[in-house]
């Protein structure tokens, strides 16, 4: 768990927190969803298969932040550098992994939206049969 809250702080505690939260929303939109179908009320429903498609319209606005975090990032370590000059490509490496982060989350999460979306269809789609 250490772990987890240290690359929770050195991603950026503000984009890791934003996609944090939209994590926690794709969760509870699934779990709606899901209470949606065990308890019938998908099927009368007319639109459901397409608001299902919410979850994956989430992850990838999740994707989107992630990445969106890290190019600001970028950003900030590239002025950083033309400010201080000459600087160790080590530490040039060290700042690319780290901005990297956000994104890899991004795409984490956008890979459980789609899983999620696949998994409620699937079921409402036997459901309905």
Excluded: C
Aim: aromatic share 12%.
């Amino acid at each position: 768990m250490d772990t987890l809250n240290n690359l929770f702080h050195v991603g950026g505690p503000l984009f890791m927190g934003i996609l944090t939260t939209l994590l926690a929303l794709l969760l509870a939109v699934s779990v709606v969803f899901a209470v949606y179908i065990i308890s019938g009320r998908a099927r009368k429903m007319s639109h459901f298969r397409h608001r299902l498609t919410y979850l994956k319209s989430l992850g990838l606005f999740t994707m989107i932040t992630g990445i969106l975090g890290q190019l600001i990032g970028l950003m900030m370590a590239f002025s950083a550098i033309e400010r201080a000059g000459d600087i160790s490509p080590a530490l040039v490496y060290g700042g690319l992994k780290v901005s990297m982060y956000t994104t890899l989350y991004g795409i984490f999460i956008y890979l459980l939206s789609i899983l999620f979306w696949l998994i409620l269809d699937l079921w409402h789609h036997q459901k309905l049969e």
